[in-house]
């Protein structure tokens, strides 16, 4: 069955700063995969996704990810991050083959230092 | 409205009680998704539906619970004797594509 992982459960940057969030996927085919963030009390909203094609997505609110084959990765990245970029990012996977079931990692919290 | 409606938004119930958790999808969206959401533990898969196929029942914890989808739409997500360890947020999406848009969720509190 295919997983996902998220290394960093919380990460804190200072508002400005660069960030990059981690996701590695298990499954042996090229897998749909998308990133989800969920503000706090809110429900979670597509940020972005990659089904094939260029490997580096652009998403919504400056977002963009990465698709590397060979590292099983699809880690999130902004140039500058602001404060209202605090939230909870959770990277899923599709595994596609008839399956519809999108699994998603555990999250990462993001906390912004203004 | 235009989004995934869900309620209750919160539930308190004592431990043994039966609870429904009720998902108005997007109108359109042939695909309706549960996951429960646990405190460190990510969204975790309960059941799918697509359309009139036969729903996809292999994330479900145990045999108390149980979904339903009427009429293609509405989805109630069914607990029955109610543990401590149900205590989490539950969420529906509903989909047409690949992209599943999420309800708020129902926060159920099992003492």
């Known amino acids: 069955a295919q997983s996902v992982t998220q290394p960093d459960i919380h990460i804190t940057v200072s508002e400005g700063a660069s960030l990059e969030l981690r996701c590695n996927y298990s499954?042996?085919?090229?897998?749909?995969l998308f990133w989800y963030v969920q503000s706090p009390g809110q429900g979670l909203q597509l940020l972005l996704k990659?089904?094939?094609?260029?490997?580096l997505v652009q998403g919504i609110k400056g977002f963009e990810a990465e698709f590397k084959r060979s590292q099983s990765s699809f880690n999130l990245r902004k140039p500058s991050v602001h404060w209202s970029d605090a939230a909870e990012y959770f990277c899923a996977v599709y595994s596609g083959a008839g399956s519809y079931q999108l699994t998603f990692g555990k999250g990462t919290k993001l906390s912004v230092i203004p | 409205g235009a989004g995934v409606s869900q309620s209750p938004s919160n539930k308190v119930t004592e431990k043994g009680k039966d609870v429904e958790l009720r998902c108005d999808p997007i109108?359109?969206?042939?695909?309706l998704y549960w996951y429960r959401q646990s405190l460190g533990q990510g969204l975790e898969f309960l059941i799918y539906?697509?359309?009139?196929?036969?729903?996809?029942k292999s994330g479900l914890p145990s045999d108390r619970f149980s979904a339903e989808r009427t009429g293609g739409s509405v989805s109630t997500l069914t607990i029955q004797r109610t543990q401590q360890e149900d205590s989490a947020v539950y969420l529906c999406?509903?989909?047409?594509?690949?992209?599943?848009?999420f309800g708020e969720g129902s926060r159920l509190t099992v003492l």
């Open positions: 109108s359109g969206h042939t695909a």
């Open positions: 990659y089904f094939s094609g260029d490997t």
């Open positions: 999406a509903s989909s047409f594509s690949w992209e599943l848009f």
């Open positions: 539906f697509q359309g009139n196929s036969a729903p996809d």
């Open positions: 499954y042996g085919a090229t897998p749909y």
